[in-house]
């Protein structure tokens, strides 16, 4: 009776108990969650006050990590969005001083000092990345990364006492060299035109069995093409083939590029063949560079054969396939078969480009077709192209040749109300033919007017000074102005424009 009487008693407690239990352990748990979700919390703060540059209030959000229960993975993973920042805002001395700080508390390990020396690198400092190297060194878990930067920035720097030390100093701790090792080296001995040294480094490299790969050939061979090394080139490209390394539509389109350039057709088919047979399909880049060449060669026949094997091979033809063809036939005076061309394009749903309605303004203006040039020109904004300042020079100097200054004017207006600006050979035409109808006094204002907001290169304000019969008040104008080079006049320099 007493132990029924116990258990209608107890019963109802053990039920409470177990719906207690799970509440009481969970809440338990709370504050482990909470810790680590407040760690990703900070972790992210620091992160965002670093995009704010607001490095200072990183770092005492950090100091508070330390001298808090936090774990040291994430007090290390804030640091090193620290050093990532410093690294990246080039603040170098700062970024060490932080690791001089995760030194003492013991969190300072390769990654970190490998971060920062990978951005000192990237900026170019040498001066920098000679100071922190023996901490790399120090830190680093044996691997050729650190010392492949290390080489990058000494190659460009042209330390190469530096380099070999450093080459050395990889077999004497026994850290494999690789592929990103030679590449700085091989490419800057191709840049500089020493050829034997590049064949040195190529075969030192199939000796340790290490593979060159087809970027670094690909490479070497667009350096030379550029430099017209083009049998050299082809001599590393045989080499690549020779030590197993398979070329790419890139490497062939390189050195199909360099043949392009000195006309060698029978070494370019030849390539296109070899090609057929491994698989690869040229690509577009491959048929213009080959289309060009024979327009080059004045053979618009072959170059139009090109454009029908463009489009066997399934690659659709574009206004750069076109346009050397086009340039070909209209400055032979073959006009009909150019616009022929061009119609052929639109037939075929090619978009034409300013350079095609450019060329064919010129050659019209060449031949004394002014009213073709004037409906070329509006053909091409009616195709909603936009024209520039080629498609505009020749019809303003045809005018200005006819002596019809008002009309070379009126175009001008319409292109700056484009906000395209006239150039300074535009204007010496433009000074010439006033000149030539004897109105001095208004081309010498026009002259003053114009002069500072325009380049005028040597020829230009040799002509405007003779034209005009007052070379020293020109030249007094120019004295003003240097005379613009290759390299200045690149650069955009924004000017006040005058409207004429």
Excluded at 62 to 89: C, D, R, W
Excluded at 211 to 222: E, F, M, N, P, S
Excluded at 485 to 491: D, I, V
Aim: hydrophobic share 40%; glycine share 4%; with cysteine.
């Amino acid at each position: 009776f007493f132990f029924l009487l116990f258990l209608m008693f107890t019963r109802p407690l053990l039920r409470v108990s177990a719906v207690i239990r799970p509440v009481v352990l969970l809440r338990s748990s709370v504050p482990c969650f909470a810790s680590l979700q407040q760690q990703e919390v900070i972790q992210d703060r620091v992160q965002l006050l670093c995009k704010q540059n607001k490095a200072a209030e990183a770092k005492k959000l950090i100091v508070g990590m330390s001298n808090s229960s936090y774990e040291p993975q994430a007090i290390f993973n804030a640091y090193l969005k620290l050093i990532h920042h410093y690294g990246n805002t080039k603040r170098f001395n700062e970024a060490l001083e932080v690791l001089d700080e995760m030194k003492k508390q013991n969190l300072l390990n390769g990654s970190a000092v490998t971060s920062l020396f990978r951005d000192v690198c990237q900026a170019e400092d040498l001066t920098t990345a000679t100071k922190i190297w023996p901490l790399v060194k120090a830190n680093m878990r044996p691997s050729a990364y650190p010392y492949n930067l290390f080489i990058t920035l000494l190659v460009q720097n042209q330390k190469f006492d530096q380099v070999r030390e450093l080459l050395e100093d990889m077999d004497a701790h026994d850290i494999e060299r690789n592929t990103a090792t030679y590449s700085p080296i091989i490419e800057y001995h191709t840049k500089a035109d020493e050829i034997p040294q590049v064949f040195r480094l190529l075969e030192e490299m199939n000796n340790r069995n290490i593979a060159a790969g087809v970027v670094l050939y690909t490479t070497i061979v667009g350096a030379m093409v550029k430099h017209n090394k083009i049998e050299q080139a082809w001599k590393i490209f045989e080499l690549m083939k020779t030590n197993g390394v398979k070329p790419n539509v890139f490497s062939y389109t390189t050195l199909i590029g360099g043949y392009c350039k000195i006309g060698k057709h029978d070494r370019i088919h030849e390539l296109i063949e070899e090609m057929k047979q491994q698989k690869i399909s040229p690509d577009a880049a491959a048929f213009n560079a080959i289309i060009y060449s024979y327009c080059k060669a004045n053979d618009p026949v072959q170059a139009m054969k090109l454009i029908d094997s463009m489009r066997k091979e399934g690659i659709q033809p574009d206004a750069v396939s076109y346009n050397p063809i086009i340039q070909l036939l209209s400055s032979a005076n073959k006009m009909e078969e150019a616009m022929d061309i061009v119609h052929h394009m639109k037939g075929q749903g090619i978009e034409t480009d300013a350079l095609t309605y450019s060329t064919l303004i010129t050659s019209f203006c060449k031949f004394n077709r002014l009213a073709d040039a004037i409906n070329t020109l509006e053909m091409m904004k009616a195709e909603g192209i936009q024209p520039n300042s080629y498609s505009y020079t020749p019809i303003v100097g045809l005018y200005c040749q006819k002596g019809n200054v008002i009309a070379a004017l009126t175009f001008v207006k319409e292109m700056q109300a484009q906000e395209i600006e006239p150039t300074g050979f535009m204007w010496t035409q433009i000074i010439v033919a006033l000149c030539n109808a004897r109105k001095i006094e208004e081309s010498y204002n026009l002259f003053k007017k114009i002069f500072p907001t325009c380049d005028f290169n040597a020829t230009s304000r040799s002509i405007i000074g003779s034209t005009l019969g007052r070379a020293k008040d020109v030249k007094s104008y120019f004295k003003q102005i240097p005379v613009p080079t290759e390299m200045t006049s690149n650069k955009k320099i924004k000017k006040k424009r005058v409207i004429y």
